[in-house]
């Protein structure tokens, strides 16, 4: 893996984890069969080292995960843009692992996760519709295997 460029940037593993949780939306990026990359933005939740999103029951990043389960996770926020110093503040992660399909109890908890993360209070209802519905959705497993963060915040103009 390669060692990241601009050191003075670079957040502690445990930084890296909180900005994972904060977020809400990601970029999966996968690799077809003609090594054209596809990347898409999806709704998560982290936890023990692992990104869970859920996804419909075919399409091109689950035909990628088919033919190549090495996968991309990033995660971007905080930005703004600062004119006058030609800088941008921001706070990034960068993932790699492996994509995996989940099913049966694995698949329910991490849809419970999903619910619990981007709904709160109304975890109820969405196990209802879960139960309901959750036969027409996949759920993909990220198993972390290196990844990195960084935080850009220029010092103030004096």
């Given at each position: 893996?390669?060692?990241?460029?601009?050191?003075?940037?670079?957040?502690?593993?445990?930084?890296?984890?909180?900005?994972?949780?904060?977020?809400?939306?990601?970029?999966?990026?996968?690799?077809?069969?003609?090594?054209?990359?596809?990347?898409?933005?999806?709704?998560?939740?982290?936890?023990?080292?692992?990104?869970?999103?859920?996804?419909?029951?075919?399409?091109?990043?689950?035909?990628?995960?088919?033919?190549?389960?090495?996968?991309?996770?990033?995660?971007?926020?905080?930005?703004?843009?600062?004119?006058?110093?030609?800088?941008?503040?921001?706070?990034?992660v960068v993932a790699f692992g492996r994509a995996v399909v989940v099913e049966d109890d694995e698949k329910l908890e991490a849809l419970r996760l999903i619910i619990e993360r981007l709904?709160?209070?109304?975890?109820?209802?969405?196990?209802?519709?879960?139960?309901?519905?959750?036969?027409?959705?996949?759920?993909?497993?990220?198993?972390?295997?290196?990844?990195?963060?960084?935080?850009?915040?220029?010092?103030?103009?004096?």
């Amino acid at each position: 893996m390669r060692e990241m460029r601009r050191k003075d940037k670079e957040i502690s593993p445990e930084e890296t984890q909180e900005l994972l949780r904060k977020h809400e939306v990601g970029i999966f990026t996968t690799v077809d069969q003609e090594g054209q990359p596809y990347g898409v933005p999806v709704n998560y939740v982290y936890t023990d080292s692992k990104i869970y999103f859920h996804c419909a029951k075919e399409g091109h990043k689950l035909d990628n995960i088919r033919d190549n389960n090495k996968a991309c996770f990033t995660v971007y926020g905080g930005n703004e843009i600062i004119p006058h110093r030609f800088t941008t503040t921001f706070e990034s992660v960068v993932a790699f692992g492996r994509a995996v399909v989940v099913e049966d109890d694995e698949k329910l908890e991490a849809l419970r996760l999903i619910i619990e993360r981007l709904s709160p209070g109304f975890e109820e209802e969405g196990m209802t519709y879960i139960n309901k519905s959750g036969g027409a959705t996949q759920v993909v497993r990220l198993d972390i295997q290196h990844m990195t963060g960084k935080r850009a915040i220029p010092p103030k103009r004096a």
